[in-house]
C-alpha cells in the first residue's frame, strides 16, 4: 500500500515560486543540475522536515523539470512523499545495501541519476559544504571522478540567499514559533526555584517547546541550552545535574520549531536580587537591543544595526566581543547575512533575524536576551514577546 | 575570575589511557599531531559534551605532549575548561571576529598552533569527514595549502575503532542511559491515548528522557522519532500535529543521553487490538530478536548476528531490507561495526550495539523494536529491559 499525502504547509504555488527564484540563479551560473544538499534548502525547496540527512540524499533540480527528484534511503523515502509537495514518482528510494558500504553510497546513485537524464555533460552545482559524510566517508570527490565531462560549479548559500526574504506565509508560521518561544520563556520563570533539579525544569522548559501555544505544537526539538551559575560564562551547555541554588543566576536560549522554522529567544533569571553589575549590565543591554531594533528598516545594513548595539553598550560601560545576531529562519542560524560590524547586507522587508546579545563577559559571568524579530517596511517587529526583564525569581 | 571545574565523569587516568592507545595508533601511522574534530571523538578523549560543533574546532594531540590542546569558539572556551578533564592552559579559545568570516577562521588557528609547536613538518593527521565547516565554507583544503610541507594522513574513524571496546566505567554510564530510555518507553505506554495530541505525548516521553532516572537525570537530547498511523511506514519523523485514534499504530524510537553515552531503544504500540498481520509480525521479530542476541558472544561476528535475525525471520514468511543495528556510545550511531551481512568485524566484551530491527515493510505499514546490549565474556547482556512486547493500550 502506498502512503497519504500529509497535510501541506504552503501550496504548491509557494514552493514553484521559490523553484523559479532558484532555476533563475542557476540559469546565470549556466548550471542544467543541482544537487540540493542542505537540509535547510532541501525543507525550503520541498516542504520534507524528517530527520534523514544522517545518509546521502539530495534534491536535484534539472532546468527541464517543473518538480525536482528527491533521492534518499529507501527507508525515508515514504516520510519524503508523506511531508514533501513532491509527486509520489519524484522521490526515490536507494537500496538499504548502499548504508555503510564502503564501495558505493547514496552520491553514487545520485550520479547514476544525473547520466541518466543527460545532466551529466554540462554544468553541475552542488553545495560542497554539506557532501561530506560525517560517518562513512567523503563525498566530495565522487562527483569529480564520476562526472568527467560535468563543470562542476560551487553553489554554496545560493539558495540560502534567496531564503532570506520571507514571504508572508513563512512569516506567519515563524509568528507561530515566536509565541512557542515566548510560553517557553515564561514556563522557565514559573519553574525555576531553589531546590528545583535543573533537569526538571529543562523538562518543563521543552515540554512547552514540543506542545506549542494556541493550539500550535512545536514540531522538532532545536539545540536548547540553560547555563546556569556557576557556568554562565558558558554559552552552549544544555543543563547539568546540579540544583538551582538561591543566588542561583540562570542563562536561558530556546529555539521553538515550527513545521521547519525556528524562533529562537534568550532570557537571564535569578533567583533572589541581582547583584548591581548584573543589573547594570541587563540594562545596557535592553538600552543596546532597542537601539539595534530602531535601527532596523529596510536600506539600513546589517552593520548598522550591529553598531547600534554596540555604541549604546559601550557608553553604558561594557562591551560584547561576538556578533550581534544572524539570519533565522529553516533550521535555526542561516549561513548569509550577520549582525556584526562590516556585514553589509542591506535589510529588506521580511527579512528575519535573530538579535541575538548573549554576553560572555568573563570565565564565569555572563548574561543573554535576544529576539527573533522580521523586518518591516518601515522598522522592525519582534516576533518573541515576552518582556524584556531581567526575571528576578 | 575564572570558571571552576565541574565534577568529572571519568578519573584522569581513564583519558590518559584513551589517549595512550590514540598515540599508539598515531605511532604506527607516523604522526606527530593529530587534529581531532569529530565531537564524539572529542567527549571520547576529554569529557566535553557541550554543543560547540557548530563553527570549526580541533583536539589537537601531540606525541610530545600528555594532554591534547583543544583549540575552539573564545565564547565556549569556558564550556570546556569546566567541562573537560583538561588543564585550562590546554584549552585555547579563538577569537570571535573569525565566526562568519570569509578570510579567516578557526581552522586557522588550529594551522598557526601546529606551526608554532612546531609539528608542521611531519605527519599531521585528520579527519576529514569532520572539517567541512556547514555554514561557512570549506574547511578541508586550507590544511593542505597551509601545511606544505606536512604528510597530511586521513585518520578517519581511527579513534571511533578504538572506542567500539568500552571500559566498564563507560558501561556503567550506559546501563544509566539504558534505563532512562526504559522509563521513556513505559511513559508512552501510560499518555498514548485516543484523543490525545501526539505533541503531548512527545512532550511527556521527551520530558521523561530529561528528568531521567533512579536519580540520574538525562543530559542532552537526541533525535527522537514517533511515527504513528497513517505514517508507521516512515522511519525519521518525529511526530505531526495529529490526535491519536482508535487503532492508531505508533512506532517510537527513543535515545537516552547519560553525559554523552546514547541508549537507544524501540517499541511498537497499538491503541485496541492488532491486526494478525502486525502481531505476526511482532513475534517474528522478537524470535529474530531473540536469536541474533543468543548469536552474540566473542568470536562471533557482526554478520552472524545480523544473518541470525534474518533466517528467523524468513523462517516465518517475512524479510527486512535494513541493517540490524550499529555501534553505539557517545552520539548515538558510531560508523564503525554494524550488525549487518558481511560485517566481519569480531564481538569483543564490553562492545556495545544498538540491534534496530525497524522494519518499513511498505509505505504505510512498519515495525519497530530495538535493544542496546553488550557483548559480554560468554554472550550478550540488553542494558535496556523494557518488555519485548507489542503494547497494546
Redesign the interface.
Known amino acids: ?4 499525502k ?2 501541506q504547509l504552503f501550496p504548491r504555488e509557494e514552493y514553484l515560486r521559490r523553484l523559479a527564484a532558484v532555476k533563475k540563479e542557476m540559469a546565470q551560473r549556466d548550471i542544467d543540475a543541482f544537487i540540493v544538499s ?1 537540509p535547510a534548502n532541501i525543507t525550503y525547496l520541498s516542504g520534507h ?4 540527512a ?1 545518509v546521502p540524499q539530495g534534491l536535484v533540480i534539472s532546468m527541464q523539470e517543473e518538480e525536482p527528484t528527491f533521492i534518499m534511503r ?6 519524503a ?3 514533501s509537495f513532491l509527486n509520489r514518482n519524484n522521490v526515490i528510494g536507494y ?2 545495501n548502499l ?2 558500504n564502503p564501495e558505493k553510497d547514496g552520491y553514487d546513485v545520485i550520479i547514476d541519476f544525473l547520466h541518466e537524464r543527460g545532466l551529466a555533460n554540462r554544468g553541475v552545482g552542488l553545495e ?11 563525498g566530495q570527490d565522487k562527483f569529480a571522478i564520476r562526472l568527467p565531462k560535468a563543470r562542476i560549479v560551487d553553489c ?1 548559500r545560493a539558495i540560502d540567499w534567496i531564503r532570506l526574504v520571507k514571504s508572508d506565509l513563512e512569516i506567519a508560521v515563524m509568528r507561530e514559533a515566536a509565541a512557542i518561544a515566548d510560553a517557553a520563556i515564561m514556563r522557565a520563570a514559573a519553574v525555576i526555584r531553589p531546590g528545583v ?4 525544569a ?3 522548559v ?3 517547546l ?3 501555544a494556541n493550539g ?6 532545536a ?3 540553560m547555563c546556569s551559575s ?2 554562565t ?9 546540579d540544583v538551582f541554588r538561591e543566588d542561583s543566576q540562570i542563562n536561558l536560549e530556546v529555539g521553538a520549531v515550527r513545521q521547519g522554522y525556528t524562533a529562537a529567544l534568550m532570557r537571564t533569571y535569578i533567583i533572589g536580587k541581582p547583584s548591581d553589575r548584573l543589573r547594570r549590565l541587563h540594562e545596557a543591554e535592553v538600552a543596546g537591543l532597542e537601539a539595534a531594533l530602531n535601527t532596523v528598516r529596510p536600506g539600513a545594513t546589517c552593520s548598522d544595526v550591529a553598531n547600534a548595539f554596540y555604541r549604546t553598550l559601550e557608553k553604558q560601560g561594557f562591551t560584547k ?3 550581534c545576531g ?1 539570519a533565522i529562519g529553516i533550521d535555526w ?1 542561516e ?1 548569509t547575512a ?1 549582525l ?1 560590524d562590516g ?1 553589509t547586507t542591506v535589510l529588506k522587508p521580511n527579512m528575519t533575524f535573530h538579535v541575538m546579545l ?1 554576553n ?1 563577559v ?4 555572563g548574561y543573554a536576551i535576544s529576539e527573533t524579530f522580521r523586518v518591516t517596511d518601515s522598522g522592525s517587529e519582534a516576533l518573541t514577546t515576552a518582556p524584556r526583564k531581567l526575571f528576578e525569581l
Open positions: 500500500m502506498t502512503i497519504s500529509g497535510p542542505s522536515t524528517a530527520h534523514t544522517y529507501r527507508m525515508d523515502a515514504p516520510a512523499i508523506h511531508e537500496p538499504e548504508i555503510a560542497p559544504g554539506f557532501l561530506t559524510l560525517k560517518q562513512f566517508g567523503r554554496s533539579r535543573e533537569a526538571d529543562a523538562a518543563e521543552v515540554g512547552t514540543i506542545r506549542g500550535k505544537p512545536g514540531t522538532a526539538i539545540p536548547y541550552c556557576p557556568r560564562g558558558t554559552a552552549h551547555i544544555r543543563w547539568s545535574d566581543e561576538s556578533r544572524y542560524t549561513p550577520s556584526r556585514d548573549g560572555w568573563e570565565e564565569d559571568f
